[in-house]
């Protein structure tokens, strides 16, 4: 079934731990973006890749890395987790083709809580 | 500053009419989206505006006025599965999309 996936569904991690949250899609999709989503906010876009082998800052960048080495996966890396990264986490993708109506798709999100 | 502006919950009855409004100001314009989120669920595409104008699909539409940084989504014949958050979205100048913070629906019996 085309999509995207993410693991793990849900996280509860001590402080200063490093933890990885993975994300795979099969659309074939150019585009990939990870977001945190918190109550009473709008989503926030922390890294973006336009095209594998790239990457991209977003809005709240701090504390988080990602990679893109192949067309199908975006991990996020937070390398010393604090609690104000206690958030859901959704990954999403887009054909990126250029036009304005670039709808993206999204994951089913990461529920991570930071201790 | 780039700002999306949504009221933060609305209540409707089964089978009404409701209008979420959205207001905007960012760096650029190169459209509008809505998103429907379920509860503890991924957004999902509902719709796209980048004229001026409405765009009717099924029981919602959308509409959108770029002078005046405005646009709303009419839900129709409100079904209780319509009780979700809706989250508008500007593509601005640099293509990345800026999300207001979502539309909480109730829809009571």
């Known amino acids: 079934i085309a999509g995207i996936t993410q693991a793990p569904t849900s996280q509860i991690l001590a402080a200063g731990r490093r933890m990885t949250l993975r994300c795979t899609q099969d659309m074939r999709h150019n585009a990939m973006y990870w977001y945190r989503q918190d109550l009473g906010l709008g989503l926030r876009l922390i890294h973006y890749s336009n095209t594998a082998g790239t990457t991209g800052k977003g809005e709240v960048p701090d504390g988080y890395s990602v990679s893109r080495a192949n067309t199908d996966d975006f991990p996020l890396t937070l390398a010393s987790a604090v609690p104000s990264q206690t958030s859901v986490y959704f990954c999403?993708?887009?054909?990126?083709?250029?036009?304005?109506?670039?709808?993206?798709?999204f994951g089913p999100g990461t529920r991570l809580t930071v201790l | 500053g780039q700002n999306i502006d949504q009221p933060t919950e609305m209540t409707a009855t089964e089978g009404a009419i409701v209008q979420i409004n959205c207001t905007y100001q960012t760096s650029g314009f190169n459209g509008l989206f809505w998103y429907q989120q379920h509860a503890g669920e991924a957004p999902t595409f509902l719709s796209y505006?980048?004229l001026d104008g409405l765009e009717e699909k099924g029981r919602f539409s959308s509409f959108l006025s770029r002078s005046k940084g405005y646009s709303y989504l009419l839900l129709k014949e409100l079904q209780m599965k319509d009780s979700a958050s809706y989250l508008c979205?500007?593509?601005?100048?640099?293509?990345?999309?800026?999300w207001g913070a979502g539309t909480k629906l109730i829809i009571k019996p």
């Open positions: 979205a500007v593509l601005d100048s640099n293509y990345q999309l800026i």
């Open positions: 505006n980048v």
């Open positions: 999403a993708s887009s054909a990126a083709s250029g036009r304005g109506n670039d709808e993206q798709f």
